[in-house]
Structures are given as C-alpha cells and as structure tokens.
C-alpha cells in the first residue's frame, strides 16, 4: 500500500469484525468460541509497532439491522456456517429466535451503534 502510494495512506475499518454480533452466535451454534477477527484496534496497534504517526477519525455507524428474521438467519447461516436443516442450523433458528430484537420494523441482535476509524499516515520513501 505504501508503494502504490502517492502523499498519503489511508485505511477505513471498523472499531470491531463486521459480524461481531452475529459470532457471538457461534457458541451456542458450533459449542466453542469463533476466532475473533482483527479490527481497527490491532490495526492501530501495528502502525505504532512500526513507529508510524497517523491520524484517526472515527464515526458512528449505524447498527447492523435487518428486513425481517427470515432475512436475518439467511446471513446468519453464511456467517456461522451452517446447513438449512442440520442440527446446528436448528441450534442456530433457536438462538436467534430468543436474541433478535425488533425496532421500527426492522430486527437486530443488538442496536449498539458501531464505530468507523478512518486512519492515515505518510508513507515512508526508501
């Protein structure tokens, strides 16, 4: 990234995976922890391991919602990975049954708005 770079790097991630409510899911589904992705947190914590100054500006993002549960277990079944019908899609149907809130017509497993850093820096020329 830095090659290709002209003046400036920038990279835009969230404070947490994408998915992470959904992965809190995943115990209950598979009966163990799912490996937490790196998130904009680790990220900052490499550029200071390299010793690079940058800037951050973070944002509200609004919570991941959908247009029904229907389409909420559709998702859900990518992200857990599991088979309509297997034991653990049925374990899946019942925790998102008793998790899914609703709200304005929409649903959700949490309405905790997320947050987006936007980070730069300089790229070192050699």
Same mark, same amino acid.
């Given at each position: 990234m830095e090659a290709a770079a002209g003046r400036l790097? /920038? /990279?835009? &991630? &969230?404070?947490?995976?994408?998915?992470?409510?959904?992965?809190? %899911?995943?115990?209950?589904v598979h009966g163990e922890e799912r490996v937490r992705l790196p998130a904009l947190p680790e990220? &900052?914590? &490499? %550029? *200071?391991a390299r010793s690079f100054l940058f800037e951050v500006r973070l944002v509200e993002r609004p919570p991941m919602s959908y247009q029904d549960r229907e389409e909420a277990l559709r998702i859900a079944r990518r992200q857990v990975?599991?088979?309509?019908?297997?034991?653990?899609? %049925?374990r899946l149907q019942n925790a998102l049954s008793q998790? *899914?809130?609703e709200r304005d017509g929409r649903v959700a497993l949490s309405w905790e708005p997320g947050i987006i850093g936007v980070v730069s820096w300089h790229p070192r020329r050699r």
């Open positions: 790097c /920038a /990279a835009a &991630l &969230l404070d947490r995976p994408p998915r992470t409510t959904i992965d809190a %899911l995943w115990p209950e990220f &900052l914590e &490499l %550029l *200071l990975w599991t088979n309509v019908g297997s034991d653990a899609d %049925l998790r *899914l809130i």
